[in-house]
């Protein structure tokens, strides 16, 4: 099938440790992308990236890192200057930027920094 | 700076009933893409319905129907005969039409909707 996978789904990590987060899409998609959801905010763009090996920032990338190495993979590192890291990360994918592609979304990882 | 707003946090109605939600948005752009996003509490985001700005055909998929009124700058979903399974958040999107690599699609904060049996 498919599809976007992200892992883990639930992921608690000790303040001041980096933290990887997986997102891998099988849909041969050119373009990716990396939100954040807190209660009340809707969804903010992190990162996004239109081809491998080639990322942009969004509206709330300070405290964040991503790689695109390959057109399946694209990587969040949540990183300790992230100061409210606690929240629920989506990631998703579309054919390519633009237009009025619809973008496929992950399941996501809610993550919790204790 | 394009903005979308959702004046409504929160909404319930009884199941079978006729539900309105809704969006407005902010864009000197002439040509652009909305969208409605559902998100259940699996939190997995689905795409429900787009409108493409240069259409004046309001998009309708089977219970769900959009009201675009481009001169207002309104993008309202409406759902028929709503059912349990629509419980959810639903999020108002919006994406210029142009093919510039800094253009990305921008969310509103979202309506959560609940059906009552």
């Known amino acids: 099938d498919g599809g976007i996978t992200q892992s883990p789904k639930y992921l608690f990590r000790k303040e001041g440790q980096n933290v990887t987060l997986s997102c891998e899409q099988n849909?041969?998609?050119?373009?990716m992308y990396w939100y954040r959801q807190d209660p009340g905010q809707g969804l903010r763009l992190i990162y996004y990236?239109?081809?491998?090996?080639?990322?942009q920032k969004g509206d709330i990338a300070e405290g964040y890192s991503v790689s695109r190495e390959k057109k399946e993979s694209f990587p969040l590192t949540v990183t300790s200057a992230q100061k409210n890291p606690t929240a629920f990360y989506l990631c998703a994918s579309s054919i390519y930027l633009g237009r009025d592609n619809e973008q496929f979304f992950g399941p996501g990882t809610r993550l919790t920094v204790l | 700076a394009q903005t979308v707003t959702q004046s409504q946090p929160e909404m319930s109605v009884q199941e079978a009933e006729t539900v309105t939600l809704s969006c407005t948005y902010d864009?000197?752009?002439?040509?652009?893409?909305l969208f409605w996003y559902k998100q259940p509490p699996s939190r997995q985001m689905i795409l429900v319905i787009r409108?493409?700005?240069?259409?004046?055909q309001n998009a309708t998929e089977n219970r769900f129907s959009v009201n675009f009124q481009k001169a207002a700058k309104s993008f309202s979903l409406k759902i028929s005969d709503s059912q349990l399974g629509d419980t959810a958040m639903y999020f108002c999107?919006?994406?210029?039409?142009?093919?510039?690599?800094?253009?990305?699609?921008?969310f509103g904060k979202g309506t959560r909707l609940h059906i009552l049996p």
């Open positions: 999107a919006f994406m210029n039409a142009r093919l510039n690599r800094d253009d990305k699609i921008i």
């Open positions: 990236s239109q081809i491998v090996n080639d990322f």
């Open positions: 864009t000197s752009e002439n040509n652009y893409y």
């Open positions: 849909l041969n998609h050119d373009a």
């Open positions: 409108q493409e700005a240069y259409k004046q």
